[in-house]
Structures are given as C-alpha cells and as structure tokens.
C-alpha cells in the first residue's frame, strides 16, 4: 500500500529517529568497553547497550534514503552536490583538521604523524585522526551514488526494488554470515553486490513511501527482537569462550542488523504521536532544532566524552558513566552545537 507520506512539509518522524539515532550513537560510544576484556562483568551489559542501539548507523542512511531518492523532483544534480558538499563535506573537512590539531595539543597523537602533506592526508583518509569518522566516507559514498539511485524512485521500480531488497537479505544478510557460524566456507563473491549501506538507503525510500500491514509489522517486530537476542547471546557466549570480542555478528549489512533497523524505522513512522506533534507547532520546532543539531553532536561529542573523562578522572567501566555519561555528552554537546549553529561563521561548520 502506498503511503501518503510524501508531502513537501518536514516530516516529524525524521527528526525523531534522527534524535534516537544520534542518542543511540552517543550511547554506543559512552559504553566503549564492549569492544574491551568480555570476562569482566560491565562487558555484558555493554554488550546490551551495542546491541540495542545498533540500529543507530543504518538508520541514519535509511533517512538519507527517505529524504534524497526522489531529490530530482526538487532539483538538479550539480544542486544536489552543492548542497551536499557544503552540509557534509565542508563541516567534515574542518572537524577532521580541528580533531587532529587538538588531539596532538592533548598529546593524543605526535607532530610526527602528520610531518608531510602525504602523511597527514593518510590521517584524514585513514580516519585515524578519529575512529567515527569513518561514517563520513559511507555517506559521502551513498552521495556519490545517489544520482544512480535516484532514477530507481519510481513506482513501477518498486517491486523490482523490493525484490533486490530479498535477494540482498538472503545472500548478503543471511548466508554470508550464517553460515561461517556453522562451519561452512561460503564465497563472499556471491552476494548482490551493492555496497552494505546501499541497501539501508532503498530501505529508507521504500518503507517511507509505503505503508506495511499489521501482520508484516508484528513479523518485522518479532523477527528484529529474534535478531538482537541473537547477536547477543552469540557474541556473549563465543567472547567469553575465547577471552576476546569476537565480532562475527558485528556488520550493518548482517540480517539481523538489517531487521532491527526496518523495524525501528516502521516503529517510529507509526506512532500516533506524529500528528500531534505536528500539529503543535511549538514542540514541532523544538524537535527540528534539535534534530539539526545531530551532525554536529556527531562531529564533536568525543571531545566532550575526553574532557569529562579526563577533568572529572571518570572510569569508564562504572554503570554511572555508562548510563549518565550517555545523558550528560549528549546535552553538554547539544548546548555547545547549538550555540555554534547561532554564530555566523562557525554555523557553516555545524549546518
């Protein structure tokens, strides 16, 4: 069934999952030790905080998908990468310097690292000026994809759409993974071979522009519910086996990452809250501000986490920072790229 969803008003549902989403990914970072020592006990219930927030990062590209697929029927494309490159590129670009500067005044990193030109672009590229970055050249990828893409936002693509969507699920979200957990050595060659976000981007488009039935809805539901209890029980038991992490369910592409996304996205699209809060145009701008404030939240907030870490000589194992350390980053960083946002020159940097 097609959805009515497709209007030219801001759409509210967007900014709540972009608000969850950033929230989520704070949240993943605050509860880092998931990726430290399994056997001690504060591994396990970082563990479920990964788990549950990992929907975070697909969503933010089903969002790109949802928002950028039918682009053409606003504009051009050299319009589109303008816009883009000013949004994303330029902000990422003057955070990735600013991130590398800072971290070699806080001794984080030496001179040395980046004494030549060659050097300090392997840096940047590398993200090892920051681990998070990484995120940027994905979206920047699905952007550089995106004029391919857009041609898809048809309706009388959609099944074909969907039908790619199955194919991915089963070659690339299911078998590709499943089966090295069962001592099968699958080849990685046979897959659809789209890049593992493009497949969030269709995602995205397709479940913004139609609505689900109610028995779709509860398989999605229960089957995302099957996933994430599957991931943990599978790393939980395999890490502490093995005294390391061990990641063989860790990949946004994986099926049950892929199912836990949909069904937050769905979840979220579905409330009856949305047309209350649209109607009321107080909390409706409220959520926009806020909503706009996340690439910025993600550009800085580990700088934020090193200062509260470091200034208030905080442990990062302690359930207190693990859950209040989540509230704290995100509003602490919140109020700064909201300020940002009012100057003139650094709102450029923070868009």
């Not at 099926?255 to 409706?284: M, Q, R, T």
């Amino acid at each position: 069934m097609k959805s009515n969803n497709t209007n030219k008003e801001r759409v509210v549902y967007y900014d709540i999952l972009n608000i969850l989403a950033m929230i989520s990914v704070v949240a993943m970072h605050v509860n880092g030790i998931v990726h430290g020592n399994p056997r001690k006990s504060a591994w396990n219930t970082s563990l479920v905080v990964d788990c549950i927030c990992y929907w975070a990062v697909p969503v933010f590209m089903m969002i790109s998908g949802a928002t950028l697929m039918n682009y053409r029927e606003k504009y051009d494309t050299k319009t589109f990468f303008k816009k883009r490159l000013l949004k994303v590129l330029v902000p990422f670009v003057f955070w990735a310097i600013f991130i590398t500067v800072w971290k070699i005044y806080t001794k984080q990193m030496e001179f040395k690292q980046i004494s030549s030109v060659k050097k300090f672009l392997n840096i940047i590229l590398t993200n090892k000026e920051e681990g998070t970055y990484y995120f940027m050249f994905e979206i920047l990828g699905i952007y550089l994809t995106m004029p391919l893409l857009s041609l898809l936002a048809k309706d009388e693509n959609r099944k074909t759409l969907w039908f790619v969507v199955l194919l991915y699920f089963i070659f690339n979200g299911v078998l590709k993974n499943v089966t090295p957990l069962i001592g099968i050595e699958y080849n990685n060659s046979l897959t659809i071979q789209l890049g593992n976000y493009v497949i969030f981007v269709l995602l995205g488009y397709l479940l913004s522009t139609q609505d689900l039935t109610k028995k779709q809805k509860i398989a999605l539901y229960i089957s995302a519910v099957i996933g994430l209890l599957f991931r943990y029980i599978i790393t939980f038991i395999l890490s502490k086996q093995s005294g390391v992490v061990v990641k063989n369910t860790w990949g946004y592409s994986q099926w049950h990452s892929i199912l836990l996304a949909c069904a937050v996205f769905v979840f979220i699209k579905d409330l009856k809250i949305n047309e209350k809060i649209k109607k009321n145009n107080k909390i409706a701008y409220v959520l926009k501000e806020v909503s706009t404030c996340s690439f910025g939240i993600y550009l800085i907030h580990r700088i934020i986490m090193y200062y509260q870490i470091s200034l208030l000589d905080i442990k990062v194992a302690t359930i207190q920072w693990r859950t209040l350390g989540i509230i704290s980053t995100y509003i602490i960083t919140l109020t700064i790229v909201y300020i940002l946002k009012k100057i003139p020159v650094l709102k450029r940097f923070v868009p």
